[in-house]
Structure formats: structure tokens, C-alpha cells
């Protein structure tokens, strides 16, 4: 199989280059970019296959036949249509923990605890992560939080796909809020299943209070217990100041 030339395919939303070929039986070949079929697979676009299964095969009796033949597939990708365009709020919130919960309300460590065994007294209340003997874990609060630009494509095949994008300083400058939240670094996704909502100010005011409930306490706990966390050096008579009343609340 002989190179015959490089053809360019380009667009307002695509552009990339593919090699032509001409095999012994005088046909013009190509296989386009992979990366290129792996974005037009997801929207539903099909692609012949080569003799080494490589995906975005085209093969034609002419040059003019085979550019003919990659622009009208490709076209169903290029010239797609921007329907939507907004700022979302990508989250997961889930709490780490396992307690036995009776039937009136009280919280108990376990379901042996102060004859409140059986399932005629209470049940398990497992957190969003389900503990138990096999599975353990330390217990507490998990929460992520990203901030992005969705731009939802719709194809001429009718297919639809969302792009994601970082912000830019033009989308934050009037929201501080949103410029608070788009802020946050070192944080990442846990187990928790990743959730998208549509960004507003009452749901970034949440998130907001939400991640500052973390930072006030992990303040709190600072203070009290020291940079190393040492319990041993403790004095437990300041509990009630930092917020600990002795009655499981912070």
C-alpha cells in the first residue's frame, strides 16, 4: 500500500489531518485519528474497520469519491448545534458510619445494646456506604464538590452530548459565591456516587455552608486536640467551649 498524499479535513468545531493511501487493487484508502472515531463513537457515529481492526475506514475508487465520502460522515460531528450552555454544580455528599436505631428514635452503638436487639425493636442505619463486620471503616463526613461549564451538542444524527469545561474568570467575576466555590482545591471524588445539579446561588450558598461546617470544626478539633491529634494531652474540662455538650453534638 503506497501514501498517495495528506488530506485535511477542517471545520468550525473539527479539524484534523488523515493520510491517503492506494492499495494493490488501485483503491484510495484511509483510516481517520483514532481519538477522532473515539469522539464520534460516543455520539452513535459508525466507522468501517480495516484489515488490522482499526476503526475509521474509508475506502473510495477516486480521490474526489474518498474526501466525499470522510466529509460526509464527519459532518455528522462538525456541524453540530450549541442547545444549551450553563454553569452546573458536579457533587457527591455521603456520610461513613453504622449505628442501631430503635424504633422510638434513640441512637445505640450496636443492636445488642440495652436489649435493643431484633427487628421488631429498630434496624440498622447505615450511612451512604454500607458498613458492616467485613467492612469496616472510619466513620465520618465526605463531600466533593465541583464547579463546571456544561455545553450540551446536538448532532444532525439527532444524538445530543454534554462537553465539560473549566471556568474561566469571566463566568466567576460577578458571583462570589461561585468564585468561592470554583476556588476550592484538593479535593476529589470518594465512593460516593458523582451527582450534577444546576448552578444557583441558593445551592452555592449550600455548598458553601456546608464545606465551611467542615473547616469550622476541623478548626475546632485543631485547637482542642493539637496539630497531632494527641488525646493523651487533652483537658477535657474545656469540652463544653469548643461545642461538645456531652450529648454527641458538635
Not at 479535513?9 to 492506494?22: A, H, P, Q, R, T
Not at 464547579?147 to 466567576?172: A, H, Q, S
Request: charged residues 30%.
Amino acid at each position: 500500500m503506497a501514501k498517495l498524499r495528506t488530506e485535511n479535513y477542517g471545520s468550525e468545531n473539527l479539524n484534523f489531518k488523515y493520510d491517503v493511501n492506494i492499495d494493490k487493487e488501485g483503491n484510495f484508502t484511509t483510516t481517520i485519528p483514532q481519538e477522532i472515531v473515539s469522539d464520534l463513537e460516543k455520539v452513535g457515529i459508525e466507522f468501517g474497520i480495516n484489515r488490522l481492526k482499526r476503526k475509521g475506514f474509508f475506502s473510495a475508487l477516486s480521490l474526489d469519491e474518498l474526501k466525499e465520502n470522510v466529509k460526509e460522515v464527519i459532518d455528522q460531528y462538525s456541524n453540530k448545534d450549541l442547545i444549551e450552555e450553563k454553569i452546573i454544580i458536579k457533587y457527591s455528599v455521603g456520610t461513613v458510619c453504622s449505628y442501631w436505631k430503635k424504633k422510638d428514635g434513640t441512637i445505640c452503638p450496636n443492636g445488642y445494646w440495652d436489649d435493643g436487639a431484633g427487628d421488631d425493636k429498630g434496624s440498622w442505619a447505615n450511612s451512604s456506604r454500607e458498613l458492616h463486620a467485613c467492612n469496616r471503616s472510619p466513620f465520618g463526613l465526605e463531600v466533593f464538590i465541583e464547579i463546571r461549564k456544561v455545553k450540551v451538542w446536538k448532532f444532525p444524527n439527532g444524538e445530543t452530548k454534554k462537553e465539560y469545561e473549566r471556568l474561566e474568570d469571566d463566568d466567576t467575576n460577578k458571583d462570589e459565591v461561585l468564585h468561592w466555590l470554583n476556588s476550592i482545591v484538593s479535593i476529589s471524588k470518594g465512593e460516593a456516587t458523582v451527582k450534577e445539579m444546576d448552578y444557583s446561588l441558593e445551592a452555592g450558598n449550600f455548598f458553601k455552608n456546608l464545606l465551611m461546617y467542615i473547616f469550622n470544626m476541623n478548626e475546632k478539633m485543631i485547637e482542642f486536640f493539637g496539630k497531632d491529634f494527641d488525646l493523651s494531652k487533652i483537658d477535657f474540662n474545656r469540652l463544653p467551649a469548643l461545642g461538645f455538650d456531652g450529648d454527641t453534638k458538635l
